[in-house]
């Protein structure tokens, strides 16, 4: 018989490497389903470094991958430490992008010191009230605010196709539901010659920080730290829980709205209805693989964004389905949780003792 | 007004919302068992693609239609295990687990998908369930093309309600799947194992879950597609808040939803010109956050559910 | 019949026997390792060494095996816990039944188990509603159909943990005399108990546990009540001296405060208290009977349906919690872990999480992490907070550290009303001791003090005024004797 006991106090070095070995892991059962295909594995894995540390381009193109999964990991590790269940991040991305695509496409007009500010606020705001809704139905009817962000995912896509269709249509598009482009002033600029990335990195890396000065240096952080924590105990000491709540909602849709607008004004230039394949979901990932540290985001959203960069890559050369990523990432989020539980638990066996 | 009013006297109409019902028969069913045990499901998105692919994938391989039934519900289970051991004895956050078995199915089942099928232009097709053409009982008016022009499957919805019901409402296991979902103490005190209640509760609610699934690939269309499920599952999670957690009410909750979307395919072709399509596309997706926002209030959750136990500690 | 127990760690090296037809006693304080032993007996807990050992009707020796309650179960030994383990979402005999009857069997026969029961509960006189659902039994009931549950399955051997803790003492006595008929008709009965006038009132033996050993065994006829508390805690028994405070000006007063009883509350019945300046108020009571929704409106957790609450010279119709702490109302929390502290965070935090606004906290939003440091080193040393250290999370304290660290927080505020809602449950002797005297020095200081208490004793002990709450009215009385205080808790007039 085993039995679980927990730890006096979680192993602080067990904690510490939970999300590495939980990353090597997961990298290494991906040789299962690479095996199941019929590639070969080892050559498959050298393909996966190459695609993503093989050249400059391979390597900018990782980050700028990672871009956006900052900006959802963020949003998902913030709300998740005011134990706010924040599974909305992909709707308030898309909400962001078009808040952006809307004032940055032509709508307003003016120098880049002032159009680049506009969008970045324009789709914070939007996604920000994006995540409002479902928490202040939480608050006032008590909806389950898992279910309520997750549908609004659907609905919000629905809504974007809609508006593609629509109003934001660009005309000269010959018929494909794409927006209008984001004029030149608005768009974050490139930060390599030739290369894809973009503004929006620096200033994903900025909100990291920025997220990490807040929860651990401000008051504010002090109380989203304490309503997660234990919310009971927060309300009797005074603390005004809702608005702390309602607060950390907009705030955490406020980056994944970011994450949207960036990548359609750092990266596409235009808005689609697949602008996004599921970095809000991934987001989710990088922040428990993160152990909902702003700052672990930032590496975790690395880690990442280097196994689709390279799947992608050894998928085209090795005809091995690009799924694979997913799949390794989904395997990453089952390790961290695993890892977690063995950081704070420990099985101990039982010996039955013989009796004299 | 009148165009309402033929719709609503339309055989088809109805017939369409039952068979719109019968995935979220299943999912909320399935939803239902694990949560009346404590344990909340989120995988159930990903279990519904489970059920969808490996049923038709089965069938697809044998040519048996209910060998694919059971691969679904196999499939299923084997998901609803893995959920049930992360959050049971491990006793590890069940948004996050449900959400990576989410994650982890519905990319194990596009991978093998992929694997399978590396590049074909038309997605392959299966002969699926036909509607049981049941002597005398088709032909009766309105009931006929209603109630028994349906798929089997869609029959072993409606059985497995009754089913669902007699064992929460009926059994001694029930009332011990519902102990344990309010007081896991009060069933380890009387000598039954938490542990195994919890499993098997979620083991066997992930299997009918997966029927849902099964039913989208194997009833509905004839093949699968990546995205088919398309929040099927979330849907369910609403509905069962809405169902109080009652088999009765689940079957009562998934029907009203099967009509509201079949009125809106029907008012779709009729206002189609006025309002964009999409608006209608939405309806679901509303529909079930009214759901939730109106049974929210008086929701009477299990007391344990969410909270982890832990053998020999309190 | 005879049990042994083995050297076990968190009880340490305990042995135990019990006879047939005998009642005996655990005595010890909290955490003196009671309820863990029983539980390792009952299989809840997996013992780490050590055995059970239960001799059948025939004489026949068996062992059971740790950590399976279905084996004590079947060893007919029946456990009637401190919390119950009830599920409230099912009724009477759903719960009773739970576990006797074959899980997949179609058609549950229940005319059997019916008739059993009746004749059960005519047999011991402890009678409950069968079909009425746990939620809505009052907690007197509850027990009741925690006996019978063990009853049920025709128990040999009876484990009562602290089973009168939430009745008053009329409905202990009825309790005691139903089970002195089962034990005179062959039932063994193990008794949990820290109440030294019923260990001696009902037992036939008394085992005295402390710190997980124990430390004395007697038989009760022979027993000395001085001996017995010597064993309990290790010394003389030195609970400070009562001294009388010296009232002043009225600093707070309820006025018919009232709230309709809910789901989970008597709710309150025209409320009137007048608290003074330099006095302890004693609230006593059998729980359950409205103290938790007199501390929730003191605390601001609860808005009363009607009354006024008068507090820091102003009429207010409800607090908040921040209300109170801005109208000098410190609040000891019933449930310290739940209410209390947050335990992810450091020690340092958790000092000052009440006054987030104050300026040696923070500066234009920014923690003065500096500032709370020095501040939580002083505290910690001057009320005796031990632990890892201040910046290591709360959650590493003990109980009796934990209270100390939320004392220091409700105390340097210098509060002038203080509510202490049960501060000293789950401590151990010196623990609470220092609690009371801490309360005793802040009504020296001249605070007024609302002292909320199961523990009659300790109201006796500390209390200036004493009042009582009965089905969520509150009576004065100027009595100090147990015998018409217990009167007064069962809802009688004095």
């Known amino acids: 018989m085993i039995e679980i006991v927990p730890r006096d106090r979680p192993s602080g070095l067990l904690t510490a490497g939970v999300p590495v070995i939980a990353a090597v892991a997961s990298l290494l059962l991906a040789a299962i389903p690479l095996a199941f295909a019929g590639a070969p594995i080892f050559a498959a894995y050298g393909q996966m470094v190459t695609g993503v540390f093989g050249s400059l381009f391979a390597f900018t193109e990782m980050l700028t991958r990672a871009t956006p999964l900052i900006f959802t990991g963020l949003a998902a590790a913030v709300a998740f430490r005011a134990r706010l269940w924040n599974i909305g991040g992909e709707g308030q991305l898309y909400l962001g992008a078009m808040a952006a695509v809307w004032v940055g496409s032509g709508a307003v007009d003016g120098p880049a010191a002032l159009m680049i500010p506009l969008v970045l606020v324009a789709g914070a705001v939007a996604g920000g009230l994006g995540m409002l809704g479902p928490a202040w139905l939480k608050t006032r009817f008590g909806a389950d605010e898992v279910v309520t962000s997750l549908l609004l995912n659907f609905i919000i896509l629905i809504f974007v196709q809609m508006m593609l269709e629509g109003p934001l249509k660009d005309p000269m598009s ?68 809702r608005r702390i709540f309602l607060s950390v909602a907009f705030a955490s ?56 960069v390279g799947t992608d890559s050894m998928s085209r050369a090795m005809g091995v389905s690009s799924f694979l990523a997913d799949l390794t990432v989904s395997m990453s989020l089952i390790c961290v949780l695993l890892g977690g539980f063995f950081a704070r638990f420990r099985i101990r066996r039982i010996r039955r003792e013989a009796d004299a | 007004m009148m165009d309402l009013l033929q719709i609503f006297l339309s055989e088809s109409f109805w017939a369409a919302s039952l068979r719109i019902a019968t995935p979220l028969i299943f999912g909320v069913l399935g939803a239902l068992m694990c949560e009346r045990a404590g344990v909340l499901n989120l995988g159930i998105e990903g279990i519904f693609v489970a059920g969808a692919m490996m049923g038709w994938l089965v069938t697809y391989l044998t040519g048996s239609l209910w060998l694919g039934v059971i691969a679904a519900a196999l499939a299923g289970a084997f998901f609803g295990l893995f959920h049930a051991i992360l959050t049971v004895p491990l006793g590890l956050s069940q948004h996050v687990s449900g959400l990576g078995i989410t994650m982890f199915a519905t990319a194990l089942m596009s991978f093998t998908y992929r694997t399978a099928f590396p590049q074909v232009s038309t997605p392959p097709r299966i002969e ?41 409402d009926r059994s001694a296991l029930g009332v011990a799947i519902k102990a344990v979902g309010d007081n896991p103490d009060a069933v380890n005190a009387q000598g039954l194992s938490v542990y195994r209640l919890r499993i098997g509760a979620v083991v066997a609610g992930s299997a009918l879950m997966a029927l849902g699934g099964a039913f989208l690939t194997m009833s509905a269309f004839d093949a699968f597609f990546f995205g088919m499920v398309n929040g099927r599952g979330w849907i369910c999670i609403a509905l069962v808040i809405f169902a109080s957690w009652q088999p009765g009410k689940a079957l009562l909750g998934a029907l009203l939803f099967g009509m509201f979307d079949a009125l809106q395919v029907r008012l779709q072709t009729m206002a189609g010109a006025i309002v964009p399509g999409q608006v209608f596309l939405m309806v679901p997706y509303v529909l079930s956050i009214i759901a939730l926002i109106l049974a929210a209030r008086k929701a009477d959750y299990p007391r344990a559910l969410l909270q982890p136990w832990f053998k020999g500690q309190r | 019949m005879t049990k042994r127990f083995g050297p076990v760690t968190a009880a340490d090296h305990i042995d135990l026997e019990l006879g047939r037809g005998e009642v005996l006693a655990l005595l010890g304080e909290n955490g003196a390792g009671k309820t863990t032993l029983m539980n390792m007996l009952f299989g ?30 079947e060893a007919r030994i029946g456990m009637v816990h401190q919390h119950f383990t009830l599920a409230e ?120 546990l402390r710190h997980g050993r124990k430390t004395g065994e007697m038989v009760t006829s022979e027993a000395d009540a001085d001996a017995i508390i010597r064993m309990m805690i290790g010394e003389a028994h030195d609970a400070p001296e009562r001294t009388a405070g010296t009232p002043g000006e009225t600093v707070l007063r309820l006025d018919t405060v009232t709230i309709r009883p809910g789901r989970d509350s008597r709710g309150l019945k025209e409320v009137q208290l007048d608290l003074r300046r330099g006095e302890i108020v004693g609230i006593a009571g059998v729980s359950g009977n409205g103290q938790s929704a007199l501390a929730g409106v003191l605390s601001g957790l609860l808005v009363p349906d009607s009354g006024a609450i008068e507090v820091g010279g102003e009429r207010l119709t409800a607090l908040t919690p921040r209300l109170a702490l801005s109208h000098g109302v410190g609040r000891i929390p019933e449930d310290r872990h739940h209410d209390g502290i947050v335990a992810a965070m450091s020690v340092a935090e958790n000092l000052v999480i009440e006054r987030l606004g104050s300026a040696d906290v923070q500066r234009r939003g920014f923690l003065r992490r500096g500032a709370m440091a020095e501040n939580a080193e002083a505290l910690s040393a001057a009320y005796d907070v031990r632990g890892p250290g201040i910046h290591s999370r709360a959650a590493l304290l003990s109980g009796g550290n934990i209270q100390k660290l939320i004392l220091a927080r409700v105390l340097e505020t210098d509060p ?79």
């Not at chain 1, 927060?234 to 603390?239: F, K, L, V, W």
């Not at chain 2, 309105?142 to 059985?159: E, R, S």
């Not at chain 3, 809840?44 to 095996?65: I, K, N």
């Not at chain 3, 008053?168 to 063994?188: H, K, N, Y």
């Open chain 3, 44 to 73: 809840q807990y997996t013992a780490d060494s050590g055995s059970v050992h239960v001799w059948d009707a025939e004489g026949r020796e068996h062992v059971l095996p740790p950590g399976q309650p279905q084996a004590a179960i």
């Open chain 1, 253 to 308: 849709g406020t980056l994944a709205g970011l994450a949207g607008v960036s990548e359609v004004a750092g990266l596409k230039g235009y808005l689609t209805a697949d602008l996004s394949p599921g970095f809000g979901y991934t987001g989710i990932v990088v922040a428990m693989l993160a152990g909902l540290s702003p700052v672990g985001v930032v590496f975790a959203a690395l880690f990442i964004a280097s196994v689709f």
């Open chain 2, 128 to 168: 699926p369930f036909r509607a049981l053409d049941i002597p005398v009982l088709s032909d009766l008016p309105f009931l006929g093309p209603v109630l028994f022009q349906q798929t089997a499957l869609t029959w072993l919805a409606l059985l497995m309600v009754a089913l669902v019901w007699w064992l929460m």
């Open chain 3, 416 to 494: 002038a009303v203080i509510l202490a809602n049960q501060p000293t449950r789950g401590l151990d002797f010196r623990a609470s001791a220092e609690v009371s005297r801490r309360l005793i020095a802040a009504r020296d200081r001249g605070a007024g003090v609302i002292l909320i208490s199961e523990d009659l004793d300790e109201i006796l002990s500390l209390a200036d005024r004493i009042l009582v709450m009965h089905s969520g009215a509150l009576v004065e009385t100027e009595s100090r004797d147990r015998a018409s205080i217990g009167q007064l808790m069962a809802g009688h007039a004095a």
């Open chain 3, 89 to 208: 979402n099912l009724s009477v005999i759903d719960n009773i039944l739970l576990g006797t009857e074959p899980l997949l069997r179609p058609g549950r026969n229940r005319r059997a188990a019916r008739e059993k029961l009746e004749a059960l509960m005519a047999e011991s006189g402890l009678v409950a509603p069968l079909d009425a659902r746990i939620r809505e039994l009052s907690v007197g009931e509850r027990q009741r159909v925690e006996i019978l549950k063990a009853l049920y399955r025709d128990v040999r051997i009876l484990v009562l943990d602290e089973p009168t803790a939430v009745l008053t003492p009329q409905e202990a006595d009825g309790l005691f005399a139903a089970i002195r008929g089962m034990v005179g008709r062959g039932l063994s009965v193990i008794f949990i108990s820290h109440k030294l006038r019923e260990v001696l009132a009902f037992s036939d033996r008394i085992a005295v």
């Open chain 1, 174 to 241: 010959l018929g494909w539901p794409q927006s209008e482009p984001i004029i030149d002033a608005a768009a974050l600029p490139q930060l390599i010659a030739k290369m894809r990335l973009h503004a929006g990195f620096l200033l994903a890396i900025a909100m990291a920080l920025v997220a990490h000065v807040i929860l651990a240096m401000t008051i504010w952080g002090l109380q989203i730290r304490a309503v997660g924590e234990n919310a009971a105990a927060a309300r009797h000491a005074g603390m005004p829980v």
